[in-house]
């Protein structure tokens, strides 16, 4: 079936430390995004691709950092700069011509330690 | 800045009763409107969505009303079940050079009591 995979569903991170999301899809999107959640805050974006090696920023990309070097993977790197890293995760994906609905993932929660 | 303005941010509705959540849009290039609904722990997952050329679309017990002119939309649960109970996000796409990007309401925590 496709779809999108996100790992770990859990991550701890020790507070200076660079922790990398995976981010992987089988669904042939063209496009796919990292948000962040926290509570009450709903969905906040953190990077958006659109095509291999391309890639953009979003609301709230300081502190982090992404890659596209495949058209099914997209890594988020959280970086030590990130001030408050401890979040709920989410990446999606999309088409990008007719059908603007998005795929998301489960979902990688982050917690500093 | 694009935004889309969702309302209320909780929901508290007893079994069987209608949940209706109101979201308010500003640009009007906006062609897409979807919902997502997530349950605690889970990615968001796409409910039902509409384009402007209709003012209603009914999946089972989730409408979307419409509301072109007035640059409003607004989802209705009918039979509202304990099941139902999650985060519920609106969305708009559309115009722009970033027209297939979502911009998302803050979100409505529905809670339907048994």
């Given amino acids: ?113 | 800045q694009q935004q889309v303005k969702q309302s209320p941010q909780s929901l508290i509705v007893q079994k069987g009763g209608i949940s209706i959540i109101n979201c308010a849009y500003e640009n009007t290039a906006f062609d897409y409107f979807p919902w997502y609904q997530q349950f605690p722990g889970k990615g968001p997952a796409l409910l039902i969505a509409i384009r402007p050329d209709v003012s209603e679309k009914k999946e089972g017990r989730f409408t979307i009303s419409f509301n072109k002119s007035a640059k409003q939309f607004s989802l209705h649960i009918m039979d509202s079940q304990p099941g139902d109970s999650a985060t519920y996000f609106c969305a708009a796409a559309g115009g722009g050079g970033s027209n297939y990007k979502l911009t998302f309401g803050k979100g409505t925590l529905l809670t339907v009591n048994p």
């Fill in chain 1, 1 to 113: 079936d496709g779809g999108i995979t996100q790992s770990p569903k859990y991550l701890f991170r020790k507070e200076g430390q660079n922790v990398t999301l995976s981010c992987e899809q089988n669904l042939n999107h063209d496009a796919m995004y990292w948000y962040r959640q926290d509570p009450g805050q709903g969905l906040r974006l953190i990077y958006y691709s659109q095509i291999v090696n391309d890639f953009q920023k979003g609301d709230i990309a300081e502190g982090y950092s992404v890659s596209r070097e495949k058209k099914e993977s997209f890594p988020l790197t959280v970086t030590s700069a990130q001030k408050n890293p401890t979040a709920f995760y989410l990446c999606a994906s999309s088409l990008l011509r007719n059908n603007y609905g998005y795929t998301f993932g489960s979902g990688t929660r982050l917690t500093v330690v």
